[in-house]
């Protein structure tokens, strides 16, 4: 009945609403929200799309004066629709600075946030911070578990979904359930709500707002102004207790837990006073022999000092000793220690360095301080980083690695550099890519030679041939097909050959991998479906890469295209992610063909092929692509049933 009585003073609303707004001229906005999230926005059984952003966009659009045309999609194809202008606005999205920097947002409709929620009649338990040694039933893949793996010697139960999470609650299989509360609220709206309670502070709060293409202030202007009518109006706050009902935390239980935890105080408070009378008779007793005791202590402690500073001398000895330069960093960005090797290396004082922050030396001249920073706040490890600089009016290359420090409590307490210079190795380093490159020049002329030699026969036996065959129409039926297929297969082989030998500049740029790849699948999808091939997209996260986005897409499109040829029907690609703090896994698995052990080391040879078709140089190129974006391909396989490739990437950007 209540329902009812919500629906029809929105419909009255909406109906008085609309009618003050007819002088205002009609428009259509195009609003994107994803197909599947309830309550929020989902299509029901009728296919009709419902939830509480859509009642929101419904009322806000008779406010404006404006007509809605909802487009539901799945999360990845709405941030595109934005982005390309499909969509005037996404309904609802959440807050963060990655987001922010990529779109324009509404001000705050909802927040969300992690509540635990235990039996009614529950009382030893009165929040997320004493579930120590409870069952705690959580859903799969939500951020309440990281939550509780914090906290820790807590059983946490993996459920789908909140509604199974909460049927194991009621049936006393687990002691409490930590998960979104509108969720949460929404499930718990018909009788079930009444066994269920709240407590405890809640978690993790995420604001809601609409999400707007960067840029359309006037848009996002007439969405705020009416967004706070309606809320003035009274119309969110129906919207609300429609989709979410009331709150299942009231004050009453707040008050109860204050007067309890007054009441133990009290009696802590009674218990110490008794005590520290004992205690203070205990202890006059026991001034006599502390002071003898101090005395020897303080012996000691001169001892314990002597020691230290031995301790301290041997330290420096072992640090100036090292024949890499070494300087480390507190948590603050102080520079705290300089070794020997370190001023030679680099011509300093060490002096001039310890004690200041680095913002106020000169080190950015040696090192990159964003790095140095980004290791201590972030904690990041960087790995091998090369640094140019004139010293002494001369080039010199610096290798470095960062690495954030730890105390015994595993404590961030700042960040240790050790470097050296690598100017001589890497001259000989280049020496030596060049015997490589003379090495690859010697087998890509003879690739060349056997590539170029077919053809070329094929289009001289038909010359030598046409003089006494022209009268001949099925011979000259296949001149004007085979020749014509041979100059194409010439032309595909030295464009190949050009993008082995002569590759674009590089034009490095940070993007997001997961997007990558799943735009290349939607590439070849329609062709994976002709050959009845299951594959699967990648999870909506962001894995953020630094590197040339049109080399590493060329490298997956070249991967993928093997594993599709390789699969002859109704097999399966399976696509995978994995990071670490140095490096970004990506990993395309078939059960195609599979290759032969003895194959293995050729496949990054040019113009080695297991094909009837093609030129050998995909992977060529792949590999040469794959070096020049500091990353490296791994492929492993059994002949006959399976292939993986993975392509390890370690030029990381923070999210």
């Known amino acids: 009945m209540k329902t009812k009585t919500v629906l029809f003073i929105l419909i009255v609303f909406l109906f008085f609403s609309s009618i003050s707004h007819s002088t205002i001229d009609k428009k259509v906005l195009t609003i ?131 509604e199974e999470a909460f049927d194991t609650l009621l049936n006393k299989e687990v002691d409490a359930v930590l998960g979104n509360k509108l969720t949460a609220q929404y499930i718990l709206r018909n009788s079930n709500g009444k066994r269920v309670k709240i407590v405890g502070n809640e978690i993790n709060f995420t604001s809601y707002g609409m999400a707007f293409k960067k840029g359309n202030d006037e848009l996002v202007n007439e969405f705020n102004k009416a967004l706070n009518n309606i809320k003035k109006q009274g119309t969110y706050n129906k919207i609300y207790e429609k989709w979410f009902g009331q709150d299942l935390n009231p004050m009453g239980k707040y008050i109860k837990y204050i007067a309890y935890t007054i009441s133990i105080v009290s009696l802590a408070i009674f218990l110490i006073v008794i005590l520290f009378t004992r205690i203070n008779n205990a202890l006059k007793k026991e001034v006599e022999q502390r002071t003898l005791e101090i005395t020897v202590a303080n012996s000691k402690l001169k ?248 080399q590493v897409m060329q490298v997956i499109i070249n991967i993928l295209l093997n594993s599709i040829d390789a699969i002859e029907e109704s097999g399966s690609i399976i696509i995978d992610i994995d990071d670490s703090q140095e490096h970004i896994i990506l990993s395309i698995l078939d059960n195609g063909i599979g290759i032969k052990e003895e194959d293995i080391n050729n496949l990054f040879n040019p113009f080695f092929t297991t094909k009837h078709y093609g030129t050998g140089l995909g992977l060529a190129i792949s590999y040469q692509y794959a070096k020049e974006n500091d990353a490296s391909i791994n492929i492993t396989s059994k002949c006959g049933e399976w292939t993986k490739v993975e392509l390890i990437f370690s030029s990381l950007v923070g999210i």
Request: aromatic residues 10%.
């Open 303 to 550: 001892r314990n000092q002597q020691l230290i500073k031995e301790s301290d001398k041997y330290k420096e000895q072992i640090l100036n000793g090292i024949g890499n330069g070494l300087i480390t960093f507190d948590n603050r960005g102080f520079i705290t220690t300089v070794n020997k090797s370190c001023e030679e290396l680099l011509s300093i004082d060490g002096r001039d360095f310890i004690g200041k922050h680095i913002d106020n030396t000169n080190i950015d001249r040696y090192f990159d301080t964003y790095k140095i920073k980004d290791c201590i706040e972030s904690e990041k490890h960087f790995n091998y980083q090369e640094k140019k600089l004139l010293l002494n009016n001369k080039e010199v290359i610096l290798s470095y690695i960062l690495r954030p420090l730890f105390n015994l409590n595993n404590e961030n307490i700042g960040a240790v550099m050790t470097f050296n210079d690598i100017t001589e190795l890497n001259i000989l380093r280049k020496k030596l890519a060049e015997n490589d490159k003379m090495d690859s020049l010697g087998i890509v002329v003879s690739g060349i030679s056997h590539e170029i030699r077919n053809p070329l026969t094929t289009i001289k036996t038909y010359i030598d041939l046409l003089p006494l065959k022209y009268d001949n129409s099925e011979f000259r039926e296949k001149i004007t097909t085979q020749v014509p297929a041979e100059i194409t297969r010439l032309n595909d082989l030295l464009s190949d050959l050009i993008n082995f030998s002569k590759p674009r500049k590089l034009k490095k740029e940070k993007f997001d991998l997961v997007q990558l790849v799943n735009h290349v699948v939607d590439i070849f999808a329609a062709q994976m479906r002709k050959k009845k091939i299951s594959f699967n997209y990648l999870a909506d996260t962001e894995k953020l890469l630094y590197a040339d986005k049109q």
């Open 32 to 162: 994107g929200g994803e197909i599947n999230s309830p309550p929020l926005e989902f299509v029901d059984e009728d296919g009709e799309y419902r939830g509480f952003n859509v009642d929101l966009m419904k009322a806000l659009s008779l406010e404006m004066g404006v007509e809605i045309k909802f487009m539901p999609m799945d999360w990845v194809n709405a941030h595109i629709a934005l982005q390309d202008g499909t969509i005037d606005a996404i309904q609802g999205m959440n807050y963060n600075e990655a987001r922010r920097a990529m779109y324009d947002f509404s001000d705050e409709y909802l927040v969300n946030s992690l509540a635990c929620f235990v039996r009614k009649e529950e009382s030893q338990i009165f929040g997320i911070d004493n579930l120590k040694g409870y069952r705690v039933a959580v859903q799969r893949s939500d951020f309440a578990a990281y939550a509780l793996a914090d906290i820790g010697e807590i059983e946490v139960v993996f459920f789908s979904d909140l």
